[in-house]
DNA sequence: TTGATCATAGACAGACCTGTCTGCTAGTGT
DNA sequence: ACACTAGCAGACAGGTCTGTCTATGATCAA
């Protein structure tokens, strides 16, 4: 099984590009096959229906951006206080690069329904992130560790759809310049 | 002029509705002719391609959203820090309506192409409502007026942004609760 | 050699999309 | 009475969408 894994992948790398910078509707099956230089059965081999491939896109999507979230954090060292705010690097980072479009999640949730699995696929994307700051919070002694990793991810997702709408190139700066003070005012209140 | 504007206001009002609950790519002219009872060159006579219906819904939206917004920081008060704060309850309204499905401009550019007419109504919408905090920060005395705004800004839109994914019914209070603390930290420094 | 498996190439069906066009009806101002 | 305008109804063209199907070539194991 050497080839039979490289025409998936190029499908789903040709997904990744296409869904991210034009948008899920926007973007056929046709194209994807053409793109990803694959025949038509092959691709309804490996994703009986687009929607699958949708699924399969959001967790690569997933994958990388949680890699970057968590590198980011943990480069800012060890105190969890001080990873809350070194997470909003990948953020600057990320809308920093050519083809910045926002947030693949909260795009694909504009496109989707309630309901179906693919907006569901975003929420369970936002839960795990929550989650993930909320761990944090709590490591770092925040009086109200709920509210603040709530603050948090409303400052990050807030940055990353204004970085979508390229409103305000500085909103990466400004959004860890306001965790800073966040969580400072939360640590404050327990020291 | 009694009923011509009647045809207009109908096919407008249709896709206000059908735009906002499914995207606008998910609602094809023909749904929204059907549903609006208006006969196809009527609609291709007022709106002469589907793009400035777009338009058009998006400054219907314009329009009541900035309202709301502007409604729920008078009411707050007439100290602009106060109003600074205020505002988040248009946010906590609008996500506890039913059928809430996030800011219809951030949608609207996840699905439109930048440098599209649409995807740069998007932007000017949320220019117009930074340069509006940027006055009530003034007004109200921040020592960064500029970064107080997009702090606000910030958590605004990630509470619209979240609020669509339904993934944390209590963003809309989180959001207030960090921009009181914001705004409290940043008028604290000049006081 | 032969059969199984995986790939390519592309025709095809059926639905839906935007936008144009032709007829027809009804009210309105002159 | 007559022209004008606004609207309704729906056929039509040309394109795109998803998904199925047939036919063919390449590789590899028995």
Redesign the pocket.
Known sequence: ????????D?ILDTAFRLFYARGI????????IAE????????????????ELVLAYLDKVDGIWTGQLRAAAEAAGPDPADQLVGLFDALGTACRRDGYRGCAFINAAAEAAPGTPVHERTVAHKRAVLAWLRDLATRAGADDPESLARSIALLLDGGLADGALAADPEAPRAAKHAARGLVAAAASRVA
């Open positions: 099984m050497v080839t039979s894994s490289s025409a998936r190029r509707r926007a973007v056929g099956v046709d194209l994807i990803s230089g694959v025949a038509k059965a092959t691709f309804y081999k490996h994703f009986p229906a687009k929607d």
